[in-house]
């Protein structure tokens, strides 16, 4: 592609091209934007085209090979996060001004925590849909690096991470603490032994799973009993791996209890093998005035 010379005014045209690009980029391409964007793949390709068209520049490859960005095209992103992150940085200070909710609230929220009995995020989200029914509510369901990344650089207002390691330039709110025990499959041969007949020595002796994220000091006293045979990035995976009949594993005890219901796992000593993370909503120390944010903190503290 012949390269413009260099990009001028940036109109309203850009900006919504610009959107719709940061969208196609975290979907992973056209097909699956569709949904988010609202549109036919075929007007996200020509949206697309003018946009490269625009800052003379390839964004992506699309074709049989799949979608993948150009290396222009991850500066191009980078570049647009920070200026749409902007951008909402002006229209939060501007909302201070009127004292009204509109703009966006991006929430960063490790998974398989809907399930909790608690739901102090929904009951608050609930009471700001309420109050500001302009507010764009956008949720993400990351791993906790990656949530805590997202609000050190501006892309996340808030999110809900595990209280384990605070970093200095965050601010975090306690919400809950959420237990989890260690489960088999009604396939593993641990699963018909009751308790009483059941030691260590014998869990020690399973194959087990390993979380591939942080655990709290207790949590990681308690893996350490066991013999890792298999990793998972997430509790989802571990679930996955506890299912097939082969490992066991810790899952929070909300998380496991459809299939704990449905005769599908059971806890393994739960008086000995059982832990409480505690939850935290995390927020960047010296961040900019934004409405929406505050008042989605003080319905969050009106909820304990």
């Not at 979608?67 to 191009?76: I, P, Q, Y």
């Not at 608690?118 to 949720?139: C, E, H, S, Y």
């Not at 209280?163 to 959420?178: C, K, T």
Request: glycine residues 8%.
């Amino acid at each position: 592609m012949n390269r413009k010379p260099a990009l001028g005014q940036v109109s309203d045209f850009d900006i919504r091209l610009l959107r719709l690009f940061r969208a196609v980029a975290e979907c992973g391409g056209f097909s699956a934007a569709e949904g988010v964007l609202g549109i036919s793949r075929s007007a996200i390709s020509l949206q697309m085209g003018d946009l490269e068209k625009r800052l003379g520049i390839r964004l992506c490859q699309r074709g049989r090979a799949g979608f993948a960005l150009t290396d222009e095209g991850r500066e191009v992103l980078r570049a647009s996060q920070t200026l749409l992150a902007a951008l909402e940085d002006f229209r939060s200070e501007v909302n201070l001004l009127h004292r009204q909710l509109r703009g966006e609230l991006n929430i960063g929220i490790i998974n398989n925590l809907v399930t909790l009995p608690k739901m102090r995020i929904t009951q608050a989200l609930r009471a700001l849909a309420k109050q500001g029914p302009d507010v764009r509510i956008n949720i993400g369901m990351m791993t906790p690096s990656d949530i805590e990344t997202g609000l050190m650089d501006g892309q996340l207002h808030a999110g809900v991470v595990p209280l384990i390691q605070p970093l200095s330039g965050l601010d975090y709110l306690p919400l809950y603490d959420e237990r989890s025990q260690l489960y088999c499959s009604r396939e593993h041969p641990l699963f018909s032994r009751p308790d009483d007949a059941l030691t260590e020595a014998d869990l020690a002796a399973a194959d087990a799973v390993a979380p591939g994220y942080r655990l709290p000091p207790q949590a990681q006293a308690l893996q350490q009993r066991l013999t890792p045979a298999a990793t998972a990035s997430d509790r989802e995976g571990i679930a996955f791996l506890i299912l097939s009949g082969r490992y066991i594993g810790y899952l929070p005890d909300h998380f496991a209890a459809g299939w704990v219901a449905q005769g599908m796992m059971r806890p393994l000593l739960p008086d000995v093998c059982s832990y409480d993370a505690p939850l935290a909503l995390a927020v960047r120390k010296g961040r900019r005035a934004n409405l929406v944010l505050e008042r989605f903190l003080q319905e969050l503290e009106r909820s304990a």
